[in-house]
Nanobody, 124 residues
Framework: VQLQASGGGLVQAGGSLRLSCAAS????????MGWFRQAPGKEREFVAA????????YYADSVKGRFTISRDNAKNTVYLQMNSLKPEDTAVYYC??????????????????WGQGTLVTVSS
């Protein structure tokens, strides 16, 4: 499975961005999908996850109410809509796919495939 993340960039605080992650998987709906991020000098952390059909979603407390994860299985794509961005959201954002299709896991160890990352920079 190959994952290609896009949509990052520079935005002012309070602004919005939408990240996309296109997957090469023939059976995209067989995978749960997640977004993680890693800021300079920090460990990679969970942001959001969605199960195989979008019926279950989970969010980190730090982004709850501001970010929305969704997926379009017909397009083999998962999205992360980010609103009300804050400087502390600055990080490289990674999408990931996990074979545990029914579980939208918050643990990076439950994901089997990773994209290359896209940089999000939020200026104050």
């Amino acid at each position: 499975v190959q994952l290609q993340a896009s949509g990052g960039g520079l935005v002012q605080a309070g602004g919005s961005l939408r990240l996309s992650c296109a997957a090469s998987a023939r059976m995209f709906s067989s995978y749960a999908m997640g977004w993680f991020r890693q800021a300079p000098g920090k460990e990679r952390e969970f942001v959001a996850a969605v199960n195989w059909n979008g019926g279950s979603t989970y969010y980190a407390d730090s982004v709850k109410g501001r970010f929305t994860i969704s997926r379009d299985n017909a397009k083999n794509t998962v999205y992360l809509q980010m609103n009300s961005l804050k400087p502390e959201d600055t990080a490289v954002y990674y999408c990931a796919a996990g074979r545990h299709a029914f579980l939208a896991s918050t643990s990076l160890y439950d994901y089997d495939y990773w994209g290359q990352g896209t940089l999000v920079t939020v200026s104050s």
